[in-house]
């Protein structure tokens, strides 16, 4: 049973990520000054603030099984400092590939200074909107090796736009006995709380899994 508390919550996370959609829009010409209003309550009782995610592959591993697992990714109202944080679990755009999706765990971002451990590479810090993701497998290694995978993230395609994620993941079902929530930074898991007593759905999750 949600409480009354984690309704209103729930509901003011909807509204803040209905506005900033909605102005999005609005910006663009996509829709005027009558629809504005109307995009936004459209929003607010439509649609969900969560979407399914299948992930497969060694890099998230042990947070995400080798063998895949599906995720409940929260959609974030804006990909910037304010609304994700080091320590969170995102899913963004390949750098590589465009057209396809990693997941990975947020490092740093704007402002950090980076250090390597290698003597040769120098020291640099992170530009306005950049951010610096990484694998959660630490025993993948920065590039590929006869012993070993690569690890596929910012320590082989570098730093990468904020505005390339588009999600953070919130929950993880591994099989039908595993899962749970994910561990995101402690801002970002008293935010999601409300999304995830309200949305989350084990069984629907069950459904769509593919191992």
């Known amino acids: 049973m ?12 909807k509204l803040e ?5 909605s102005w999005k829009s609005y910006k663009i010409g996509k829709i005027n000054d009558k629809e504005l209003g109307d995009t936004i309550w459209k929003n607010v009782f439509q649609g969900k603030l969560t979407y399914l995610h299948w992930n497969k592959g060694e ?22 400092p304010m609304h994700v944080f080091v320590g969170d679990v995102v ?7 465009p057209d396809k999706y990693l997941v990975r765990r947020l490092a740093a971002v704007e402002g950090y200074e980076m250090v390597s451990t290698d003597e040769k590479d120098e020291t640099f810090v992170l530009d306005k909107d950049e951010c610096w993701v990484l694998s959660d497998n630490e025993s993948l290694k920065p590039k590929q090796t006869y012993f070993g995978q690569e690890a596929k993230d910012s320590r082989t395609f570098g730093p990468v736009p904020m505005t390339d994620i588009v999600g953070r993941v919130i929950y993880c079902l591994r099989t039908a006995v595993d899962h749970g929530p994910v561990q995101n930074s402690h801002f970002s ?6 999304v995830l007593e309200v949305e989350l759905d084990v069984d ?3 459904k769509s899994h593919k191992a």
């Open 2 to 13: 949600v409480s009354l508390s984690t309704w209103f919550r729930y509901i003011a996370h």
């Open 17 to 21: 990520y209905s506005v900033s959609l």
């Open 59 to 80: 890099e998230m591993a042990p947070t995400v099984g080798a063998q895949g697992g599906t995720l409940l990714v929260r959609k974030l109202p804006a990909a910037d």
């Open 91 to 97: 899913v963004l755009k390949d750098p590589e590939n």
């Open 189 to 194: 898991m008293r935010k999601d709380s409300p």
């Open 204 to 206: 629907e999750m069950a």
